[in-house]
């Protein structure tokens, strides 16, 4: 076949996935909320590795960096990386558990999907709250 | 089909976009690996990282220079920094496919996953390591 018939034809193959078509359910939704975590993690240990440094160093370093983890900005971001830890940390029981073949039903799925979502929130509520308290 | 023949993809038209290098396994192999260490690690280090915010700069050395804290957010960073690199190889083989941004794009990566956990590394110890 010429090139210029496939060409046509690719033309006019629909492309897959139309994201705006799917119905988003939550498995898809904790699927593409691991990505996420993930990239925002990779962020996040940057973010926390400048912190590190400045500590290290101290005096205006430490000024220049604290930021990261004081006032209100930092406490959100601390939260935020503290939940995106055990998110993603959840997300990856998860996956170990299907690669054993367990929970791949639909309730099972459903119900793993949920317990991402809940217990990513639940344990940085717990943590906050402990620590909170402790301190 | 040979090693030579070059892959037509319907979408993109001649060229080696989309063709396999077989790393697919492999991959997805250590990132259950470093996944099963992150799992303890990354739970033991959510507690420490937490305790961070709002402490002084005496506050987070005396956090960090404790022995086991210092030496489980070692390992997070290091474990954790490999883990992030194929990941975000994964995520940027899915979403660039222009082949000259996609190589830069990879050794950007692999370089900015090494010195986060390199620099990670040296601040700690610097906080950490008995003087
Ligand atoms: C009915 C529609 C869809 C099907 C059948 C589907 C199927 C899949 C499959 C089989 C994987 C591999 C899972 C894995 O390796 O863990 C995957 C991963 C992924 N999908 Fe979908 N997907 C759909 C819709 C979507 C949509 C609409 C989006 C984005 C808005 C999306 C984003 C992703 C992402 C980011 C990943 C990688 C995350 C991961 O590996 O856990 N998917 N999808
Ligand atoms: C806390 C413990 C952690 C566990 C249990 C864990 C587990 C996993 C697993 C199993 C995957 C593979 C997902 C798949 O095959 O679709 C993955 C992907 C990934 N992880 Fe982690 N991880 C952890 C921590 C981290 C950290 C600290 C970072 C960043 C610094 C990170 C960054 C990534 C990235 C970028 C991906 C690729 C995401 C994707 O392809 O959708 N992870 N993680």
Redesign the pocket.
């Known amino acids: 076949m010429a090139d210029v018939d496939t060409d046509r034809l690719a033309a006019r193959r629909p492309l897959s996935p139309h994201l705006t078509i799917f119905k988003p359910i939550l498995t898809m939704m904790m699927?593409i909320a691991?990505?996420i975590?993930?990239?925002?993690?990779?962020v996040?240990?940057a973010l926390l590795t400048l912190f590190l440094l400045g500590a290290a160093i101290g005096g205006g370093a430490f000024a220049a960096v604290s930021w990261i983890a004081s006032g209100f900005i930092g406490n959100l971001l601390m939260v935020m990386i503290v939940w995106?830890?055990?998110h993603?940390?959840?997300?990856?029981?998860r996956?170990?558990l299907w690669d054993r073949g367990l929970y791949m039903d639909p309730q099972g799925r459903e119900l793993l999907a949920q317990a991402t979502l809940a217990g990513g929130i639940l344990l940085t509520l717990l943590l906050y709250i402990f620590k909170t308290l402790a301190s | 089909m040979t090693v030579a023949t070059r892959f037509n993809s319907g979408r993109t038209g001649s060229g080696d976009a989309y063709v396999s290098d077989r790393s697919g396994s492999p991959h997805?192999q250590f990132?259950?690996l470093?996944?099963?260490a992150?799992?303890p690690?990354?739970?033991l280090?959510?507690w420490w990282i937490l305790g961070l915010a709002g402490k002084t700069l005496e506050g987070v050395r005396a956090e960090i220079g404790r022995p086991i804290p210092a030496l489980a957010l070692l390992a997070?960073g290091a474990v954790?920094?490999v883990?992030?690199r194929?990941?975000?190889d994964?995520?940027i083989e899915?979403y660039v496919h222009d082949e000259a941004l996609k190589t830069r794009a990879l050794v950007a990566n692999l370089w900015a996953s090494r010195v986060?956990a390199a620099l990670w590394v040296v601040a700690i110890l610097l906080i950490a390591a008995p003087k």
Request: net charge neutral; proline share 0%; aromatic share 8%.
């Open positions: 699927s691991h990505r975590t993930g990239a925002g993690l990779y996040g240990m995106a830890i055990f993603h940390l959840l997300g990856g029981v996956h170990a | 997805a990132m259950r470093t996944s099963y992150l799992i690690l990354g739970a280090s959510a997070f954790g920094m883990h992030a194929q990941g975000m994964e995520i899915d986060i």
